[in-house]
């Protein structure tokens, strides 16, 4: 049972931003279909593509998990003039949602408090992935522009089943995975109040968080 706490709180949430009409299920095929089909676009299009061209993949891997740390330590932690809906929506509504003591979904109408909302899917692609790839494909290549869209599209997909599975009841199958298991442990540290704005920043694989030194140990030392 969650504490009271998160209990009133998830009514509030529930009562406030999930509609009648809203489907869990339908949010998150949306979300696998659209970025599968971009994927997909982006993959048609690579033609011959050389060994250095292929480097692009692990460097854009890189560098998606260097912006979804520095997001995540930022400005869903901290509120700023311009961003203060996705701190409001991250900080203030999904941490109240889940905490450390309570990190389950009790149905699937609770996707609303753990997936980015579709609109996320345009603004992913329009102000981070096409623009950037449009740099690419006029300043390096063709293939190396398809292939930091197909990465970085495929990323957020990750992210975002990540994410889910995290929340999801670990003794389901999905929950029970190795590597959930351990990269859940990791996000749920993160969900007490006492150290979300200073652990455990990465919501995939913590490569910045040990590498900036912000990986949370039991014994409350780095």
Known sequence: MAPETVEQARAEYRERYIS???????HL????????????LSAMMLEKISPLEWLTIPLTFLYANL????AHRRPMHHKTRFLGLVFRRHTIEHHAFFTNEAATYDTTQDFKAILFPPIMLLVF????ALPVGALLYFLISPNVSFLFV????????N???????YHMDPQTWVGRLAFVVRLRRHHIRHHDTRLMTRYNFNITYPIC?????TIYKDSGRR
Do not use: K, M, R, W
């Open 159 to 165: 992210y975002e089943l990540l994410h889910l599975a």
């Open 150 to 157: 197909l990465t970085a599209i495929l990323y957020f997909l």
């Open 20 to 26: 009648q009409h809203y489907s869990g299920p339908l």
């Open 67 to 70: 912006c979804e740390y520095l």
């Open 125 to 128: 692609n329009g102000c981070f």
């Open 209 to 213: 968080d040990y590498l900036f030194g």
């Open 29 to 40: 095929a949306t979300t696998i279909s659209v970025s599968l089909f971009i994927a997909l």
